[in-house]
């Protein structure tokens, strides 16, 4: 379950060079049972994780659980399952003796969450962990579903969604977008083009999995140089039973609907295990309609899209491998995109985006290895292809207008070091490979071939109250370009002088180096520094000529260098009883920052923009928590905000998103729970050159849920009413602000079913 990318060859000469273990080898035994506090049942799939070393387990069909071979020491011990409360208990583990602990657990909107996205070293706690982490279990996703994670994660006060209409959306976190911000799944990039226009969204169907994770810290080392913004990991329901599989069936079931946008999905998966093998299967639908507003309704802006997944694995005592297909396909449309590139009128063609990814992986490895370094060795394969099409609707007849083809095989192999004592650590090399070809009319980029190889390792010290975090990553980046297919027409060369492609390599060595300082057992606070560089992508050294998806007429920069960031952030989190939270401030300072300068001129009917470097800082503050005033009422506040300009004119980069704060409540009664929402934005207008700023808005959210729990089921009946004021609001960081208001009031139903 772990997903760090990370190292081969070079990860095993490291190891070979560390010193000797500061633990014991013998280790003891953790058994306990969880239960239901209301009636005594058992609790079936609760997560058990024994904090420190990260190591997991699930409760059984009776509500036990056995943890082998933990390094004798004081630990707590962690129980938690959605939509349950979470509970820790402190024990002492003893070398070849057994532990028992029993955990009781109730019904409560709110409890603590675990994370395997934010740490190099496994599973830990949101709050232990040394990244700021968003994390949305699968309860949050089944009572909130949407088209896209960019959709859902807009609700989250760190969290923005860039659009080009509903079916496009990607998250936006701390004010940085594309290039910058990696969406993976399960703990592998997706493969798809989203990062590189407006136009493209991350197309993984949110009722398909089963937790959302957003990092937004210092997670660069971790992930690769293009995760200085964030992380967001997408888990499917199989990959969380991977790692602590118990006989048995466990599933789920999704239906929803919505009325703005005539919403309908449904999505169910399936993991069946015995005497030490597992196979998996899952699949669904969904599609919407335009959407209305309190304007009217949005032409072309219906979705799409289908999806598919099976898998089979082997877990035995040692040894492990898993392999599995997944296919994704939709269609939505791009609105007033015909529009822009053609005249304006009302018989401008309708611009569709068609796309399928495809992936297969395989995962091969060894744990609890009898060697004095060495707890898990692990070695993941992933083949993805990426393919859509541009099409425009004439006279009921579909033109395709340009091809775009992404394949990529992403190689990663990591050694975790035995888990115990002060000391831990993984150590990785990571290698991508990647085949990008265009064909077409807005074929803008070369077709080009881009390697990448990266080795990492990271450690981490336990000094009791305080954790001590180093980091280290060497990357190395190349493209390699070959001449287009058909030569680029350019108007009027007086305004654009089409530059030579050629062929590009970037080095860098990043490091970080963190500390973790415990407030006693309710409160902790956290600091990062982190020195890291980003090589260009290729659509800012390659793309040329008319793009849609950004509004400009784009000219690439053959002169790029990588950028360099120097990043600070420091968290303040609590967690009691009655209260928790976190408060998060941070500070990027980053040199040869690159963006897209309009220059005044313009081709085809958008404006030129060049890509150009400068240096820049974005500063900002992210918070949220809860407060319990009552038995029955939690309070919920957020809030998010950033400032990112370039630093020589203190010119505002574009579409940042403004202040953002939210207020909530949750109200439970037995298994019913009320969930009013305020969420407000203020008027945005520190904007870039050309940009429209954006007035002030407030949105009302009411939402509803009751669950029934019984020992090896929950059910889930939900309704959410949206924009209930029917305010006409603007997102700031949509591409198609000016011509299109965001959605306007409407009301979504569920039922989710999880079955173990």
Do not use: C
């Not at 706690?125 to 994670?149: G, K, Q, R, W, Y």
């Amino acid at each position: 379950m772990g997903i760090r990318q990370l190292p081969v060859g070079l990860a095993l000469a490291l190891v070979g060079t560390m010193p000797p273990p500061l633990f014991p080898q013998d280790g003891g035994t953790l058994r306990g049972t969880v239960s239901l506090i209301e009636n005594g049942d058992p609790v079936h799939g609760a997560v058990v994780l024994v904090v420190g070393p990260g190591l997991v387990a699930l409760s059984d069909e009776r509500g036990a659980f056995d943890i082998e071979n933990v390094p004798p020491g004081v630990y707590e011990i962690l129980a938690q399952r959605e939509h349950l409360t979470a509970e820790r208990q402190t024990v002492v583990i003893a070398a070849a003796e057994i532990a028992i602990v029993d955990f009781a657990l109730g019904l409560s909107p709110v409890h603590e969450e675990v994370t395997v996205t934010a740490s190099a070293t496994g599973t830990e706690t949101t709050f232990e962990a040394f990244n700021a982490i968003t994390t949305l279990d699968s309860f949050d996703l089944e009572t909130n579903v949407d088209v896209t994670i960019g959709a859902v994660l807009e609700r989250e006060p760190v969290v923005a969604k860039r659009s080009f209409g509903p079916g496009s959306s990607r998250p936006i976190i701390r004010g940085f977008d594309g290039d910058r911000v990696l969406v993976m799944q399960n703990g592998i990039r997706t493969g798809d083009l989203s990062a590189q226009s407006g136009d493209r969204g991350v197309s993984i169907d949110p009722a398909s999995l089963e937790r959302l994770e957003v990092v937004h810290g210092s997670a660069t080392l971790l992930y690769g140089s293009n995760a200085v913004g964030g992380v967001v990991n997408a888990i499917t329901p199989h990959e969380t039973f991977l790692n602590s599989v118990g006989d048995g069936l466990r599933g789920q079931v999704t239906i929803d609907a919505g009325s703005a946008d005539a919403q309908i999905g449904g999505n169910g998966s399936v993991q069946f295990a015995r005497k030490h093998w597992t196979v998996w299967g899952g699949g669904g639908a969904r599609r919407t309609e335009d959407y209305d507003t309190p304007e009217g309704t949005v032409e072309n802006s219906a979705t799409e899209l289908a999806n598919a997944r099976a898998g089979f694995g082997y877990a035995g005592q040692t040894l492990f491998f898993s392999t599995g297909y997944q296919i994704e396909d939709g269609r939505y449309g791009v609105p007033f995109a015909g529009a822009i590139v053609g005249d304006g009128g009302t018989d401008a063609p309708l611009i569709d985006l068609d796309h399928r990814r495809q992936s297969v992986r395989l995962d091969v490895g060894a744990r609890a290895l009898d060697t004095r370094v060495i707890d898990t060795l692990r070695i993941a394969l992933n083949y993805l292809d990426w393919h859509h099409e541009e099409v425009e609707a004439e006279d009921g007849l579909d033109v395709v207008g340009t091809t775009f083809d992404n394949e990529s095989i992403v190689t990663r192999v990591e050694a975790n070091q035995r888990p115990g004592g002060r000391l831990s650590g993984t150590f990785s090399v990571w290698a991508l490979t990647r085949d990008y070809r265009l064909t077409g009319a807005e074929a803008l980029s070369p077709p080009t071939t881009q390697q990448v190889f990266a080795a990492f390792a990271h450690e981490e010290l336990d000094l009791s109250r305080y954790r001590l975090q180093f980091g280290g990553r060497l990357e190395a980046n190349a493209y390699q370009v070959a001449p287009r297919a058909t030569p680029l027409e350019v108007p009027d060369r007086s305004v654009v002088e089409p530059p030579e492609p050629r062929d590009h390599d970037f080095l860098a060595t990043s490091v970080s180096v963190g500390v973790q300082a415990s407030l006693g057992h309710t409160g902790t606070v956290v600091a990062n520094l982190t020195r890291s560089y980003r090589a260009p992508a290729l659509e800012e050294l390659f793309n040329l000529g008319p793009h849609v998806g950004n509004l400009t007429f784009e000219v690439g920069n053959q002169h790029l260098e990588r950028e360099s960031t120097l990043r600070f952030d420091v968290s303040v989190r609590h967690r009691s009883r009655r209260a928790r939270g976190e408060v998060n401030a941070y500070v990027y300072d980053i040199r040869d920052f690159v963006f897209g300068a309009l220059t005044g001129a313009v081709v085809d009917g958008l404006r030129v923009a060049e890509f150009l470097q400068g240096d820049s800082r974005f500063v900002g503050v992210d918070a949220e928590g809860s407060v319990r005033l009552h038995e029955q009422l939690w309070l919920n506040l957020g809030l998010g905000a950033v400032v990112a300009t370039l630093r020589d004119t203190d010119e505002s980069l574009p579409r940042i998103p403004p202040f953002q704060a939210h207020v909530g409540a949750d109200i439970p009664y037995r298994g019913f729970t009320l969930n009013p929402e305020w969420i407000w934005a203020a008027a945005q207008t520190r904007v870039f050159r050309g940009e429209t700023a954006t007035d002030s808005y407030a949105i009302l959210n009411v939402g509803a849920s009751y669950v029934l729990l019984r020992a090896h089921a929950a059910h889930v009946f939900s309704v959410r009413a949206y924009n209930l004021t029917n305010e006409l609001y603007r997102n700031h960081t949509s591409f198609i602000k000016e011509l299109a208001p965001e959605i306007g009031r409407g009301v979504k139903v569920g039922y989710p079913l999880r079955f173990f």
